[in-house]
Structure formats: structure tokens, C-alpha cells
């Protein structure tokens, strides 16, 4: 391999095209941006509570009381 070509080895390829996949996902930006949503729940959630609700338990009751409203604002966002 030539001196310019080191950094085209198949390993850094492969996580050049993943990271640039990642940004320019759409549906990967809105599962990062849900995820987080669920991880500011999840830690409301367990400061009312005293203790870590754990990710599932957040997830759940993210889904039942938030999801719809926090899509459909964000959906209203874009527009």
C-alpha cells in the first residue's frame, strides 16, 4: 500500500461509511433523538422515585404517556 492509501484500509472504510451512514439517516437521527427522550424520562422518572426505574420500566411509560404528542410536536417542528 502507498503512503496515501494507509487510511483506506477495509477497516477504516468500514467506519467511515457507518459514521457517514449515521449522519445522514434520517431514521437513525430520530432513533438517537427518541433514545433521548427516553433517557431524560427515565431519569425523572427515577429522581421522583428515589431509585433507578431501569430503561424498560421508562421506555413503557415513555411510550404510553408521551410518544404521540412528543412525534407529532417534533413532526410539527419540521414542517
Same mark, same amino acid.
Given at each position: 500500500m502507498s503512503k496515501?492509501?494507509?487510511?483506506?484500509?477495509p477497516t477504516n472504510t468500514?467506519?467511515?461509511?457507518?459514521?457517514?451512514f449515521a449522519q445522514r439517516s434520517t431514521l437513525y437521527q430520530e432513533f438517537l433523538a427518541e433514545r433521548d427522550?427516553?433517557? @431524560?424520562?427515565? %431519569?425523572?422518572?427515577s429522581e421522583?422515585? &428515589?431509585k433507578d426505574i431501569g430503561f424498560e420500566r421508562a421506555l413503557?411509560?415513555?411510550i404510553?404517556?408521551? @410518544?404521540?404528542? %412528543?412525534?407529532s410536536t417534533r413532526?410539527? &417542528?419540521k414542517k
Open positions: 496515501d492509501n494507509k487510511d483506506m484500509s468500514s467506519a467511515s461509511s457507518s459514521s457517514d427522550e427516553i433517557l @431524560r424520562h427515565k %431519569w425523572i422518572e421522583k422515585k &428515589g413503557l411509560d415513555w404510553r404517556k408521551h @410518544r404521540e404528542n %412528543w412525534r413532526a410539527a &417542528g
